[in-house]
């Protein structure tokens, strides 16, 4: 069965302390695993797509990395407005030419200042 | 350039009644994505459509439909709510070509009492 399953479910970090967030994933084919970030009361807003493992990608203090069976979303010197839910996806191959997109459960992220 | 604009943003519906969401992609998206989030559950696939045409559906029963039209504008319809339908309801367009991730709207808050 596709499963996404994310790490910690929340961590709380002091302004500059960097750490990680780990994504697990199953799925019968990957087509591509996807980052967001989701502030309170919004939608999810789109950080990285990764295809195929060993690939990365940076945006400002983030930095995605991608392996067979996960993914990790690295954060260098975080600031209190780096404080959200980030979410790992994945889009597997389904049936015929469709594709869907299984979402985890999402890591709780509070920067203190 | 605008983004995903869902509507209403929040709704209060009574058991057994019927809801209608509606949601407008990026100009040029031809593919649109439902969601369901809840605390317990997280984001959770309902259906996608392509060109009019619903490429996958998620797990969900019967009374979660949709349709597109041909200016890509697309509604979600429950009927027979259930207090379990309480959720936030996320819509998202793509080009199709899925490299870019999805955009997301802020979401419906539908509450069923």
């Known amino acids: 069965e596709d499963q996404v399953t994310q790490s910690p479910e929340a961590l709380r970090l002091q302004e500059g302390e960097s750490s990680s967030l780990n994504c697990s994933y199953t799925?019968?084919?990957?087509?591509?695993l996807f980052w967001y970030r989701q502030d309170p009361g919004k939608g999810p807003e789109f950080l990285f797509t990764?295809?195929?493992a060993g690939e990365e990608k940076e945006k400002e203090r983030l930095k995605a990395t991608l392996t067979k069976k996960e993914s990790f979303l690295h954060i260098t010197a975080p600031k209190p407005e780096d404080s959200a839910t980030y979410l790992c996806?994945?889009?597997?191959?389904?049936?015929?030419?469709?594709?869907?997109?299984?979402f985890g459960s999402g890591t709780r992220l509070s920067i203190r200042p | 350039k605008a983004g995903v604009t869902q509507t209403p943003r929040y709704l209060i519906k009574t058991r057994g009644q019927q809801v209608t969401l509606s949601c407008s992609p990026i100009?040029?998206?031809?593919?649109v994505s439902w969601y369901q989030q809840t605390p317990g559950q997280g984001l959770q696939f309902l259906f996608e459509?392509?060109?009019?045409?619903?490429?996958n559906k998620g797990n969900f029963p019967g009374r979660f439909s949709g349709r597109q039209f041909s200016n890509s504008r697309s509604e979600m319809n429950v009927s027979t709510l259930e207090l379990g339908d309480s959720a936030l309801y996320l819509c998202?367009?793509?080009?199709?070509?899925?490299?870019?991730?999805?955009?997301f709207g802020s979401g419906t808050r539908l509450t069923v009492v």
């Open positions: 996806a994945v889009q597997a191959r389904g049936y015929s030419s469709a594709s869907k997109i299984i």
């Open positions: 799925v019968s084919g990957l087509r591509g």
């Open positions: 998202a367009s793509s080009s199709g070509q899925g490299e870019t991730g999805y955009t």
């Open positions: 100009s040029g998206h031809r593919s």
């Open positions: 459509y392509f060109s009019e045409t619903q490429r």
């Open positions: 990764l295809y195929s």
